[in-house]
């Protein structure tokens, strides 16, 4: 199991879990971390914010050690599932309460994006590569977000998310093959 480092905020330097044996799981690099929250400010405070393709959770971590008022992170593989447990269970330590703002589901994304009670401010999008996951999520993105919601977006490819429905690209990057986009509603 591999460990990456929360790179700012209130959990700054602590380490998650990284299951390594699970085909197509890809956490965000620490340069488009360090990228993206400046972009977002480093203080996420009362925001609600969703990491509706999991993975290893640090998206939804980091938003956390930086004040977001709740985080959900939605993932159906078992192993990632399990390896977000054990994390968000050392990141709270004997003190649960550090961690009430930390709300795991373990589901199909699509299956929860449909059926969300609750809206957010802030959506990260990382879903695997090559499965055409952003297509079949922009219909049901008016459902999930706030008035004044943006999204973070990963993909294989820049033109990928660079307009998701409403959405259009305000900020964009690219590492290796990863290409990253900040989306606001046009």
């Not at 993206?36 to 956390?64: K, R, Y």
């Not at 998310?161 to 259009?168: M, N, P, T």
Request: charged share 25%; with cysteine.
């Amino acid at each position: 199991m591999a460990r990456i480092r929360i790179s700012g905020g209130e959990w700054r330097s602590r380490l998650i879990n990284v299951p390594d044996k699970i085909p197509g799981l890809r956490p965000t690099p620490d340069r488009v971390r360090v990228t993206l929250f400046n972009w977002l400010g480093q203080d996420l405070t009362g925001l609600d914010c969703l990491d509706l393709f999991a993975g290893s959770g640090v998206l939804g971590f980091e938003a956390a050690s930086r004040g977001a008022a709740r985080v959900t992170l939605v993932e159906r593989d078992p192993g990632a599932f399990a390896a977000l447990q054990q994390s968000a269970h050392q990141l709270g330590g004997e003190k649960s309460e550090q961690t009430e703002q930390l709300e795991l589901i373990r589901a199909d994304a699509l299956k929860f994006a449909a059926s969300a009670a609750r809206r957010y401010d802030l959506i990260f999008l990382d879903p695997p590569y090559h499965q055409g996951w952003l297509e079949r999520v922009a219909p049901l993105l008016p459902c999930l977000t706030k008035p004044g919601a943006r999204l973070y977006v990963e993909s294989e490819a820049g033109e990928a998310a660079a307009a998701l429905g409403e959405w259009r690209s305000v900020r964009s990057g690219r590492a290796g093959q990863v290409f990253y986009q900040l989306l606001e509603q046009a």
